[in-house]
């Protein structure tokens, strides 16, 4: 069984920087894609960044240049380094994993951007 867990999440006034990070354990042989969800009250999960094996990254339009994903391979870890942080950013962050070919999820962090 594999287990996703964040951490980094917190409160921080508009235009800090926050970095979450993710990290998997349990029995695994390949990490495919690795990834961040976010879900604001009343509305509907969306994707905030994603990453290949291979480190291609894949952006929402609205953290476009201000958010990086990034990932370790050896250490079964993802990073979201958000920077410029604004109210709109308040939101759960969950992160995922394609571990094996199967799906796997974070508890999700809160991040609250507020002054």
């Known amino acids: 069984q594999v287990q996703l867990v964040e951490s980094g999440g917190g409160l921080v006034q508009p235009g800090g920087s926050l970095r979450l990070s993710c990290t998997a354990s349990g029995t695994i042989f390949s990490i495919y894609a690795m990834g961040w969800y976010r879900q604001a009250p009343g509305k509907q999960r969306e994707l905030v960044a994603l990453i290949s094996s291979g480190g291609n990254t894949n952006y929402a339009e609205s953290v476009k240049g201000r958010f990086t994903i990034s990932r370790d391979n050896a250490k079964n870890t993802e990073y979201l380094q958000m920077n410029s942080l604004k109210p709109e950013d308040t939101a759960v962050y969950s992160c995922?994993?394609?571990?094996?070919?199967?799906?796997?999820w974070g508890q999700g962090t809160q991040v609250t951007v507020s002054s």
């Open positions: 995922y994993a394609a571990v094996d070919g199967r799906a796997s």
